[in-house]
């Protein structure tokens, strides 16, 4: 009896001393933390539960100055604590409006607090036999309904914040603390029961409301307070309560078995220490399991995390798997809503590759500059991780756009991970709020920063993989897309844009004359050609846009979420930017033109090959108004629709469209052939170029119409086409001519007229190519025809023909000065050459010498 | 992310600062940065809208250099097209908020100006940071309580300084005296009064307004106007509140004052004059007033910091470029000049400056020459180790006189006063001036010397009153004659002129506006003065 009594008297000493002990340890926890109003309110409530904790104590253990004292100074405590958590409550929660309460409470307390010193609460209390006991005073009972009124109150302001939806600030961080008030009013009111009350239950429940309190702050850093707890240190606490506990067991064992049995020995009481220990090892390991899974618990989640990802980066190599994959298993570990990885495009502007959590199709538009504070600052070694908080207040953030701030705000983003490898920012992962709402922890930033690091290894090996990739679905030429997947991409793009209802674009682009061009530079040239297009289409769209090298001098472009006209201003932006660039590397620009055909889903298409057929013809309708031309695809644009609804303007437009065809294919003649010459014999040339300048200033000064100029031109171009049929050894043997070689030579008038005459458009120059090398005395070949007979236009090539031939060096011989070949003109005048065009020329070359090299230039670039 | 009031009750005020008020820790380089990348948005947002093309009909650069190169300096001509209809299709952003001027500067009804919800937050971002600068005696040390009563006597919506409290609704809970919603139906007169008449049962801890308002209260109590009939009308709370402050000036053995009725924890003004007026703003209500600088078209631009001395231009307000005074001249001697800009890290300490600005965040105004001018008092502030230019503002603009942040006098204004008052007179100039107690406005003019000067100046005062209603109400409300007239023989200007020609400077004789002419010509004037000493 008496041991029950004893351990009874224990107990109810070491429940208020573990509460006073509890509190002790909160209140020098919470003076460290920053001093706000409500901390300064949550200490006194505090110390006045430290009174009470004490004063308890002190009564059971009826020190001196003696029990009722003690009793006195713990009610003091105990009244204090429902006006000052009261207090406290409204101060968090910003209850202006209830103040007038707060300051009856303070009233109250100091009428109570009278009340108490006059013994109206407790009449009477005292020890006996080891029991406390106590008789209640008549202001207890209002004492108890006012107090118990107020704590309530507290508690159900506060659960009702705690649950406030949307949550607030305060939501999480005030359930444990309104659930410690509640049991608090529960153990005060136990008090009521004087069979409970002898037994220190509202000590209890004060423990439980500081064990509460404790996990409030470890777990949500209540009121800015921290606590760093060691592993080692509870382990430690664990070993010696375990040790502690095992040595009194064994020693009560021992004890009662003496007095039981009545003897002892020491091989008795060892089988007896050793059984004990055997029990107790088990129930060491699982106290120890449940330390870590209550203080731990999340360290083992990362562990596991961790170990997950190590699994992956070394299973994975593709970036898209990779990325979703390290998403998802953040997203779980750390209870996040959702979770972005942004990854730099060649700009090095940062977009969103994957998103878990979150649609994609949402926010795909979402970027982050290279010159952002954010990137900038997760670019340097010592900020690997950002919180929102610092970009709200750190003024280096103050030139955020307010696009980004947006951005982040549609993210709901709550910290940002760099992910570096050596210097380089290879990407940023984003992290939405926690679901439960909690802040991240330090343990959750250690954990992603490990993860971080890890993953950069990663997601460079994944780069190098997908950059591998990358080339089989390239052009090889412009390192465009290639055709198949041009077509695989607008596939999955239709579909996204079907489930996601977006607009999205394609343009087609056709270079207008790239065939001439190509035949008049060769390929060679034709290829820069086309590699400086492909940069044009780079710098012209965005990263997410898919440029496709379609055809031979055909590409495609496809725009992801895009309407008609931003498509009409990409194209647009093209086809400047393609003059532009042309014009600026000194290419024949008048040649490199691009005419360009838009059309978008679903506007104009509900399909794929809908869409490609529209963007086509949409090219056609650019190429018919003209070339170098955005056209954007009506369905009047359509052959097939307009061909009922004829009108002079649509004729008109169709007229000079063929137009258009014929004098391409007429062009494209004239050049082939020119190109034919060049190939052969660049003298012959650079012969018939210099030849064609000569002549059209001839033509010019004698005042011939356009069209008779055009037709000097034309044959200036093409006067030496014959010589393609002169063998090379002939044509540069550095001696004189054998007869029969001259009769060769000669020949080449008439293979010229011969090949001219297969060409219907240029039918009408072949007699003057055919009689430029009849003289004007008739002793020219092939025909011998002299004087008027000679066509103008031929008599003109001659005159240019020979002073281009006299000035030029020849395998035969040197060049004439100007001087010396002039004299060879004015010598021939009349025989060779028409006496009337000779000195026009002579005057020309001497008199007008400026204007004419001038021409001479313009007329050969 | 917590709001102030939860930052502040979790203890973490220095957060509080940070956000606010810690741009003053910026190094000016830091400060261009911001600057920079802030522009590059904007261009970006310009380059989209239909704005650039009405005006310059050129595409916008997106750099910082070709944006000064190319683009010209613009004035609100180049705007009123579009601002004036309130065309919000060409705009850049889509605004919150329409503000206007009062209209009194230069040819316009009204000056409009747009502002998108992005300008709203951060002009309203950067007058907390006055408030909170005005609440604090040093770095990071400021109290901040819910519902501060706070005295917001500055003009409604749709002028500027009514957007602020919509735009602090969102960030901190003041209890604003009078309600704003009955605040904003009241005149000027009736918002103080009873803004003061609700301080007196509320108590006040802000107040935000024109300095010599506080100055007239000051005065009205020194003088014992506040006396019984004042306390006979007011309420019990009141009558409490006056009992206590007799009670406290009693004990010091003085008159009643207005810092023993209230302790107000922060006062923020606004116009030039504030620095003329601080020490008795401290005699009168025991602090010194932070003064602030803003404006229609460029929002809350700058602030002064807890010592009181320079202003600190926000980085994130406007592109601050600047026109050297030397190149201000040369373009009003000649209208075809076009003045160059340096920026925020090139200006000098001692020089005047004109104002250049470019919105941020969708603002309209680029490259918008504002009219006011700013003095640079240093490159940084020694005593507080803040880094980056301390500036005052001198003018609202270089052709109005600003008195008392209540009148904008214009030569049109002078002209029309003139003519009413029907008096004979010849050339004239008018100048801002400091009389003992007030800002006034000094009238150089060439009269017949057998004039009566005092009956011409009452006439032209009288004829300034009806012509001007804010002059009326400078009289009225703050209670003094804002004029001064300074009589000159006739003659008096050829004479000056023919010196000024023969020094050499006679060009810039010919170019000098009427209003606010250089210190020169009016200390040259001044010696001709028909006044004596002691009129």
């Not at chain 1, 570096?420 to 250690?446: A, N, Q, W």
């Not at chain 1, 920063?449 to 190098?464: D, G, K, M, P, Q």
């Amino acid at each position: 009896m008496s041991t029950d009594i004893n351990i009874s008297i224990s107990l109810s000493m070491a429940i208020p001393l573990t509460a006073f002990f509890f509190y002790c340890v909160l209140f020098l926890l919470a003076l460290k933390s920053p001093r706000s109003k409500v901390a300064r309110i949550f200490i006194g409530y505090l110390v006045v539960m430290i009174i009470w904790s004490f004063g308890s104590f002190a009564m059971r253990a009826d020190i001196f100055p003696g029990t009722l004292v003690w009793n006195r100074i713990m009610i003091f405590g105990m009244m204090g604590v429902p006006f000052l958590f009261f207090h406290f409550s409204q101060e968090i929660l910003g209850r202006a409006k209830l103040i007038i309460w707060r300051r009856i409470g303070y009233v109250f307390w100091g009428v109570l607090f009278i009340g108490n010193l006059l013994g109206m609460i407790v009449a009477d209390a005292y020890m006996s036999q080891g029991t406390f006991v106590y008789i209640l005073g008549p202001l207890a009972v209002p004492f108890g309904i006012i107090g118990g009124g107020y704590t309530l109150a507290s508690a159900i302001f506060l659960i009702n914040e705690a649950f406030r939806n949307p949550p607030s600030f305060w939501s999480n961080r005030l359930v444990y603390p309104s659930i410690g008030a509640a049991v608090i009013t529960l153990g005060s009111l136990l008090n009521f029961i004087p069979r409970i009350g002898q037994y220190p239950i509202d000590i209890a429940a004060n423990t439980v409301n500081a064990c509460l309190l404790y996990y409030a702050i470890y777990r949500y850093h209540f009121l800015n307070i921290t606590i760093t707890i060691r592993k080692g240190l509870v382990y430690s606490v664990l070993t010696a309560l375990l040790t502690g506990s095992y040595l009194l067991i064994v020693f009560v064992a021992e004890h009662l078995i003496r007095e039981q049995v009545g003897y002892s020995t020491i091989l008795f009481a060892l089988p007896v220490a050793v059984i004990i220990a055997l029990f107790f090892e088990p129930a060491k390991k699982y106290l120890q399991l449940l330390i870590d899974k209550f203080f731990f618990g999340q360290q083992f989640g990362f562990r596991e995390t961790l170990k997950e990802f190590s699994h992956i980066i070394t299973a994975i190599l593709d970036l898209d798997k990779l990325a979703n994959s390290t998403l998802e298993l953040l997203t779980k570990a750390l209870q996040t809503s959702s979770c972005y990885l942004f990854l730099p495009d060649r700009d090095g502007n940062f977009y969103i590759h994957s998103a878990y959590g979150a649609k994609m199709e949402d926010l795909s538009a979402i970027r982050m500059d290279k010159t952002s504070p954010i990137v900038c600052c997760l670019s340097q070694k010592s900020e690997s991780i950002l919180t929102i908080e610092e970009i709200e207040t750190r003024p280096d953030f103050q030139g955020l756009w307010q696009s980004e701030r947006d951005e982040l705000e549609e993210m709901k983003a709550e910290l940002l991970v760099g992910i570096r490898m050596h210097k380089e920012l290879l990407g940023i992962l984003v992290l939405s709020e926690k679901t439960s709402g909690d802040p991240y922890s330090d343990d959750d930033r250690e954990l992603l920063l490990t993860l971080s690091n890890e993953a950069a290894v990663a997601i460079n090996n994944a780069r190098a993989y997908t950059e591998a990739r990358t080339q089989a679905v390239r052009d090889e030429l412009t390192k465009l897309f290639n055709y198949r997947f041009f077509h695989e991409f607008l596939d999955k793009e239709i579909a996204r844009c079907k489930r996601a209802d977006l607009p999205c674009s394609v343009i087609f682009m056709d270079l207008d004359l790239f065939k001439v061009y190509n035949d008049l530079y060769g390929h060679l040239v034709g290829d820069e050609a086309l590699n400086t297009i492909a940069k044009a289409i780079n710098e012209s769209t965005r990263a997410t846009d898919v440029a496709a090298r379609y055809g031979g001098d055909e590409f495609a472009i496809i725009l992801p979420a895009t309407n008609p006209l931003e498509a009409v201003s990409v194209a647009e932006r093209i086809r400047n930017r393609v003059q532009n660039n042309f014009r600026g590397a000194g290419y024949d620009s008048k040649l490199l033109t691009v005419s360009l055909g838009v059309a978008s889903y679903p506007k104009h298409a509900g399909n794929k090959q809908q869409l490609l057929y529209c963007a086509d013809q949409a090219l056609y309708q650019a190429k018919r108004l003209g070339r170098n031309k955005v056209c954007l695809y009506t369905p009047a644009a359509n052959t097939k629709n307009i061909s009922n609804v004829v009108t002079e303007n649509t004729l008109e437009a169709e007229t000079d469209f063929l137009r258009k065809q014929i004098e391409d294919a007429y062009l494209s003649t004239v050049y082939t052939l020119a190109a034919v010459i060049n190939a052969r014999d660049n003298y012959t040339y650079t012969h018939s170029k210099m030849v064609t300048a000569y002549a059209l200033a001839l033509a010019q000064a004698l005042k011939l119409s356009e069209e008779r100029k055009e037709m000097v031109r034309l044959a200036s171009m093409l006067h030496d086409i014959g010589k393609i049929g002169i063998p090379e050894y002939i044509l540069n043997k550095p001696g004189p001519l054998t007869p029969s070689e001259r009769e060769i030579v000669q020949r080449h008038s008439n293979i010229a007229e011969a090949i001219i005459n297969q060409m219907p458009y240029l039918r009408r120059v072949a007699p003057i190519i055919l009689h430029h090398h009849e003289s004007f005395d008739g002793s020219g070949y092939p025909n011998g025809i002299k004087g008027k007979n000679i066509p103008i236009e031929s008599r003109i090539l001659t005159i240019a023909d020979v002073y281009h031939a006299l000035t030029s060096d020849r395998p035969y011989r040197k060049a004439m000065a100007m001087e010396e070949a002039i004299s060879q003109l004015q010598l021939l005048s009349g025989k060779k050459f028409d006496p009337d065009l000779v000195p026009v020329f002579i005057r020309l070359l001497k008199n007008e010498m400026i204007e004419f090299q001038y021409f001479l230039k313009t007329v050969v670039r | 992310m917590a709001s102030i009031l939860e930052l502040l009750k979790e203890g973490k005020k220095r957060d509080v600062w940070m956000k606010y008020c810690g741009f003053i820790d910026l190094s000016i380089d830091e400060f261009i940065k911001v600057q920079e990348r802030l522009l590059t948005e904007q261009l970006g947002l310009l380059s989209n809208s239909g704005m650039a093309k009405i005006m310059f009909n050129q595409p916008i650069p997106d750099n910082l250099n070709d944006f000064r190169k190319y683009i010209p300096l613009t004035t609100y001509e180049n705007y009123v097209s579009f601002l004036g209809q309130k065309n919000e299709d060409v705009l850049p952003a889509k605004p919150q908020y329409w503000i206007c001027t009062s209209g009194k500067l230069g040819n316009y009804e009204r000056k409009w100006a747009p502002y998108s919800r992005g300008m709203v937050q951060i002009h309203a971002k950067n007058f907390f940071s006055a408030i909170i600068f005005s609440l604090c005696s040093k770095k990071y040390d400021f109290t901040l309580k819910e519902n501060y009563k706070f005295l917001y006597a500055m003009a409604p919506p749709p002028y500027m300084t009514g957007m602020v409290p919509y735009g602090l609704m969102d960030k901190f809970p003041f209890e604003y005296l009078p309600p704003l919603p009955v605040a904003e139906k009241m005149t000027f007169e009736e918002r103080n009064t009873e803004g003061f008449r609700l301080g007196l049962v509320r108590g006040i801890d802000l107040f935000f307004g024109v300095s010599s308002v506080l100055v007239k209260i000051g005065e009205k109590f020194s003088r014992q106007e506040f006396g019984d009939s004042d306390f006979r009308r007011s309420n019990f709370l009141a009558k409490l509140r006056l009992a206590w402050g007799l009670a406290k000036a009693g004990i010091r053995g003085r008159k009643l004052l207005p810092k023993d009725v209230w302790s107000l924890k922060g006062i923020i003004c606004a116009g030039t004059d504030t620095a003329f007026y601080k020490d008795r703003i401290e005699y009168y209500w025991g602090k010194k007033p932070i003064e602030i600088y803003g404006g229609t078209e460029i929002g809350i631009a700058a602030t002064q910091t807890w010592d009181h001395e320079g202003l600190i231009l926000f980085p994130d307000a406007n592109f601050w470029e600047f026109i050297p005074e030397e190149e201000y001249c040369k373009s009003v001697a000649d209208p075809g000049y076009i003045p160059s800009t340096v920026l925020t890290h090139e200006i000098e300490p001692g020089k005047r400056y004109e104002l250049v600005i470019t919105n941020f965040r969708g603002g309209a105004f680029i490259r918008y020459r504002l009219g006011d001018f700013i003095r640079v008092l240093s490159l940084r502030n020694h005593n507080l180790n803040i880094n980056l230019p301390q500036i005052v503002y001198e003018d609202r603009a270089r052709d109005v006189i600003d008195i008392a942040n209540f009148t904008r006098i214009t030569e049109r204004t002078v002209w029309e006063a003139l003519e009413r008052a029907n008096i004979t007179h010849g050339r004239w100039v008018a100048r801002k001036g400091f009389a003992k107690d007030h800002p006034i406005m000094e009238l150089y003019i060439e009269i017949d010397s057998g004039s009566e000067f005092q009956s011409i100046e009452e006439k032209i005062h009288l004829a300034l009153r009806s012509v001007d209603s804010d002059y009326h109400d400078l009289e009225d409300i703050i209670g003094f004659r804002p004029l001064k007239l300074v009589p000159l023989p006739e003659g008096c200007f050829k004479l000056v002129m023919q010196k000024n020609r023969g020094a050499g400077n006679g060009r810039e004789m010919e170019a000098i506006t009427r209003i606010n002419p250089p210190d020169r010509i009016i200390a040259e004037l001044a010696q001709y003065s028909l006044m004596r000493e002691g009129d």
